[in-house]
């Protein structure tokens, strides 16, 4: 969720004069950016803009002060629909709809994906500020000027709780596996926790500070921007006590925080206007300038930041080019028989795109012909850059794949390969038998730009039960996984199947296993005629 800015210190922001946005229509797109980092492109959507949250479905949902909310498709183009409200913060429920915040009246409200409005009481006197999903599947919203926060249910049943007499404004959800909510005050220099049952404790904020411009979740992590009444900075709030603030002059008075790919968050920055990208440890990897301060914004699944500023939503190039996560197929009449029959020359072969992130918006092909199932062995065919490729009579006894690039507005992508299709009387293709490349660390490339990941526990109890997962990043992987654990001249091993990108194991320590430090290794052991390779990945466990 984002929240609307209105009692943030930056809500001076210019307004742009633009034509009112009518309820139910639709905005043409800007003129296509060039693929340059940091190029913005800048959508009108009728009035001052107050809150932006991505939606289930990737659009994004931006509330507007002359009572629409506004659909708006990752192209710039959106929809408007009127609420008969002043919509303030906005936030995706657990239920496909979208709530949100009244300005204007002590109610809570939720759009479907169709612009149906349903609008609750918020059971206060006084009107709601922000808005989020709590772990408990609830709406948690603030109630600033009551001096409380609220829960709403799917079905619109309200509990209110006391917030120890301070003005809490902002709300995030705590980490995963907590029972809590996390909330900040914009006029005290106060932030605190709220428990699902309603129990709230008060933090005390950094020392020197005033007030809170923003709280947000990010890698599992609570983050802030706070001002001294100087100056503003972004800070992560540790074991719920501490702080550690970072300190960079790129990010130049950060007032909002976004959610970004990777347990990343861009920021937005007051003075001078721009967006930074800084990783969960703080660094600041890219600041691109806005064209005024931003009172919200977030990474949607383009790959690129979008910004609520003036009377419109502003895209900001990040330079997220297309990866895969599901290779490209090769399809041909004869593969439906069982068993599937080779091509023979003059057999058409149709070439899937494959599945990627951040939305491409075109596909270019090459196709390969290999001597061996030794993908080393393939070369480009020449002119074969179509979707489609027939078998040539040179190709028979050989192997075929194809490479797909993905493109977007940002550039083109790393050409993902399908697996290989013997051709005539070729022999099927075998997995390689090329061991894996021994483990440097937690994480390795199987090919197509598809990573696996071990997610090992720091420590294990024996004769207690652990969760220990390998995690692809492609969906369409084949194959399995050996998990193996030893200590000393003692080993234990599994053998897991793959499956929807994932390999997991629950490991019971055996309550003679020796104490210490457990080596982990898991290795990927791919199926046949798979596009993707043999890996390794390595991790410890202490062991108690």
């Known amino acids: 969720m984002i929240r609307n800015g209105t009692r943030s210190a930056n809500k001076a922001i210019a307004l742009a004069a633009s034509a009112a946005l009518a309820a139910g229509s639709i905005v043409a797109t800007a003129s296509t950016a060039t693929a340059a980092p940091g190029d913005v492109t800048q959508f009108p959507l009728g009035d001052s803009t107050n809150g932006i949250a991505e939606g289930p479905a990737g659009n994004l949902w931006v509330t507007v002060e002359n009572g629409v909310i506004a659909k708006v498709a990752l192209d710039g183009t959106s929809i408007g629909y009127q609420t008969n409200t002043d919509p303030g913060a906005i936030a995706a429920g657990p239920d496909g709809y979208m709530w949100f915040t009244d300005r204007a009246r002590a109610q809570i409200g939720k759009i479907s994906p169709e612009g149906a409005v349903q609008l609750y009481s918020n059971n206060s006197t006084n009107r709601a500020e922000d808005i989020a999903l709590g772990l408990d599947g609830n709406m948690w919203f603030t109630v600033p000027d ?3 926060v609220g829960k709403i249910t799917s079905g619109g049943a309200v509990t209110l709780y006391n917030t120890g007499g301070i003005d809490m ?9 907590s029972n809590r909510v996390y909330v900040a005050s914009n006029s005290q220099n106060k932030l605190g926790i709220v428990t699902s049952d309603g129990t709230f404790s008060e933090i005390d904020g950094p020392r020197g500070g005033q ?3 923003d709280i947000q979740l990010i890698d599992d992590q609570v983050w802030f921007t706070s001002s001294n009444g100087a100056i503003a900075s972004l800070t992560r709030l540790v074991a719920d006590s501490s702080f550690v603030q970072v300190s960079n002059a790129a990010l130049g008075n950060p007032t909002h925080i976004g959610v970004g790919a990777g347990g990343t968050m ?7 206007a721009a967006t930074s990208h800084v990783t969960a440890g703080g660094d600041v990897v890219a600041t691109y300038p806005l064209p005024n301060p931003a009172k919200g914004l977030l990474q949607a699944k383009d790959g690129n930041v979008w910004a609520i500023i003036d009377a419109g939503v502003t895209r900001v190039l990040t330079g997220v080019v297309p990866t895969s996560s599901a290779a490209p197929a090769i ?10 029959v080779p091509p023979a020359a003059g057999t058409p072969m149709t070439a899937t795109n494959g599945s990627w992130n951040y939305i491409p918006t075109s596909y270019a092909y090459q196709w390969q012909a ?16 179509g979707q489609i490729y027939t078998v040539a009579t040179t190709d028979v006894g050989r192997y075929i794949r194809v490479g797909v690039t993905a493109t977007n507005l940002n550039g083109a992508s790393q050409p993902a390969y399908s697996g290989q299709v013997g051709t005539g009387n070729a022999v099927p293709p075998t997995p390689t038998p090329t061991p894996p490349q021994p483990a440097t660390g937690a994480e390795a490339a199987i090919g197509n730009g598809v990573l696996m990941e071990l997610d090992a526990p720091s420590k294990q109890k024996r004769g207690k039960r652990a969760w220990y997962e390998v995690d692809f990043s492609a969906t369409d992987v ?3 996984v050996v998990f193996e654990f030893a200590k000393g001249s003692r080993t234990k091993t599994k053998t897991v199947t793959v499956e929807d990108g994932l390999a997991e194991y629950r490991w019971k320590t055996p ?6 430090r457990t080596t982990v290794t898991a290795t990927f052991v791919p199926s046949a005629g798979s596009p993707y390779s043999a890996a390794e990945v390595r991790d410890r466990v202490r062991i108690r």
């Open 146 to 148: 009551a001096q409380q």
């Open 169 to 177: 404004d902002w709300i995030t959800p705590g980490p995963a596996g």
């Open 211 to 213: 007030d809170v411009f």
């Open 266 to 272: 861009w920021t937005a920055n007051f003075a001078p």
């Open 331 to 340: 399809n041909y009449p004869s593969a439906a028989i069982e068993p599937p």
């Open 370 to 385: 290999c001597t061996t199932t030794d993908s080393s062995t393939c070369t480009d065919i020449p002119g074969a850059t």
């Open 478 to 480: 084949q194959g399995t």
């Open 511 to 516: 309550k003679k296993w020796r104490k210490g």
